[in-house]
């Protein structure tokens, strides 16, 4: 059989073996082993695996029990057992005293000590009394000789662990270690290989060393190693390019906080108290505080909205209750945030846009999440109407790299007409997006006389789309190699699946 081949790294260890006088067929620990040759253990073992997997050495795993004395047990080594402090005190007193007596003076480890000393045949106990029956030079517990042999690493057998464990002394703690078995001695084994160098140095040709070594072969139809530069979770770089083309398109981002009163994300929108989704199995709400103050210049006009209507509109007819609309919630839209821009009436013209998360109750599943990501726009300018609205829409998701989409008429609560947005994604239609124009009954609570256009979308479900992913909690995902399967320009990848 021809030489084995190994690294300059693997001889070197063999030459280290060899000096040592590491032997064969026995059994070394790497800890061990490592300590012996004065080389780190994970380099150690990278080693060995190397020379395993030439045949040069046999490794194995096991799985060993390591013991750790606990705080009771080392502080009985230094101040003694407490049977051993009884014989000291019993000594000390004569040979016996009553039990209250020791009770006194050895306090709470009286009766471990009293108990454990009796157990031993160290001590009687007759008539309230105790009295010592063993040589005090005898009187060492035998668990005290066991811990000692822990401390020295010497291995105990089985009845001496159950010993201390029954005393809560030793703490046992299972390792995986591993095992190195050298079937051949260090030397007889370099005999059998070959060194493999990556380059040819003078030095080796001036020396001759040359002739005993072998270049490494060269595989030139390797690929070459993945490098993995840092950039953002495809996510929420997919979140940003929205952002960016709602700036490109004209829109001002507006911020707002996540928790909302009931007032903006359904009163002011028209939506009334006694709509499905303002229960809790629908809205989160806070419990502390639980609700806050409402803006007094509109809580009048939002009211006879909701009971006598505006705008030419007859009302829900209902009696609207101002303390529900106090409560705080989890903004279940971002078009609360809509709803707070109109209510500062802003001048003509405008186009405003909020993208951020919402809430709503439902079950984590594969296709629903408790919170996620909403984007919603307003405008209103000259000419601003359904046809306009269509317009901008279908700009926005072209922008997105959609060429194959449609609207038809849809309704919401505070829409007036309202039209739903799909793209076509593979060989089906996928719902994206809601549109309309808000209401007169929202507008005119509101103080707002010109029609404003207004639209949401939903972002994870378009992602999970577009990225052909089957469960929601992959938009979410911290496995490394998952997220860099994505493609970092989404767009592009996109482009060749709709």
Do not use: C
């Amino acid at each position: 059989m021809g030489a084995i081949s190994v690294s300059e790294s693997e001889y070197e260890l063999l030459k280290i073996m060899a000096s040592k006088k590491i032997s064969p067929n026995k059994e070394y620990n790497t800890d061990v082993l490592a300590k012996i040759l004065n080389i780190e253990k994970s380099r150690l073992e990278a080693l060995l695996r190397l020379l395993a997997s030439k045949g040069l050495v046999v490794l194995k795993e096991k799985i060993v029990e390591e013991y750790h004395l606990t705080s009771e047990a080392k502080r009985y080594i230094s101040e003694g057992f407490p049977e051993e402090v009884l014989v000291k005190l019993l000594t000390e007193m004569g040979g016996e005293a009553s039990v209250d007596a020791i009770r006194e003076r050895l306090g709470d480890i009286a009766p471990i000590a009293i108990a454990n000393a009796s157990k031993k045949k160290w001590i009687r106990i007759e008539g309230g009394r105790v009295k010592l029956v063993v040589d005090p030079a005898n009187a060492v517990a035998d668990e005290r000789k066991i811990i000692e042999k822990i401390m020295r690493g010497e291995k105990l057998d089985p009845s001496s662990i159950k010993l201390l464990k029954r005393r809560k002394l030793v703490e046992v703690h299972k390792k995986r270690v591993t095992i190195v078995e050298l079937p051949e001695d260090p030397e007889s084994l370099m005999k059998k290989v070959i060194v493999e160098i990556g380059a040819l140095t003078r030095e080796l040709i001036e020396s001759g060393k040359w002739r005993s070594v072998r270049l490494r072969e060269y595989n030139v139809e390797a690929l070459p190693p993945r490098v993995l530069p840092g950039r953002l979770n495809f996510f929420s770089q997919f979140i940003e390019y929205i952002r960016d083309v709602m700036k490109e398109l004209g829109f001002v981002e507006v911020e707002a906080p996540p928790v909302e009163l009931e007032f903006w994300n359904y009163d002011v929108l028209f939506q009334p108290q006694f709509h499905p989704a303002r229960s809790p199995t629908d809205t989160f709400y806070l419990k502390a505080p639980s609700a806050a103050e409402l803006p007094k210049e509109l809580v009048k006009k939002v009211a006879q909205a909701h009971e006598q209507g505006m705008g030419g509109s007859k009302g829900w007819r209902y009696k609207w209750d101002p303390r529900q609309a106090m409560r705080l919630i989890l903004r279940s839209h971002t078009t609360a945030v809509s709803a707070r821009i109109l209510s500062t009436k802003p001048s003509l013209p405008f186009r405003y846009f909020s993208l951020g998360r919402v809430y709503r109750v439902e079950n984590i599943d594969p296709r629903h999440l408790p919170e996620f990501h909403q984007v919603d726009g307003i405008a209103s300018e000259d000419g601003v109407s359904l046809r306009w609205l269509v317009g901008m829409l279908s700009e926005f998701l072209e922008r997105l790299g959609l060429t194959d989409y449609k609207f038809r008429p849809a309704y919401f609560p505070f829409t007036e007409p309202s039209i739903e947005g799909y793209v076509r994604i593979g060989s089906g239609w996928l719902e994206v997006l809601g549109a309309g124009l808000f209401r007169p009954e929202m507008l005119n609570a509101l103080g707002i006389e010109y029609p404003v256009a207004a639209w949401g979308m939903g972002i994870e479900r378009l992602a999970m789309a577009l990225y052909g992913l089957r469960d929601i909690r992959q938009l979410y995902s911290n496995d490394i190699e998952f997220i860099s399967s994505i493609p970092s320009r989404w767009w592009l990848y996109a482009g060749s699946k709709v």
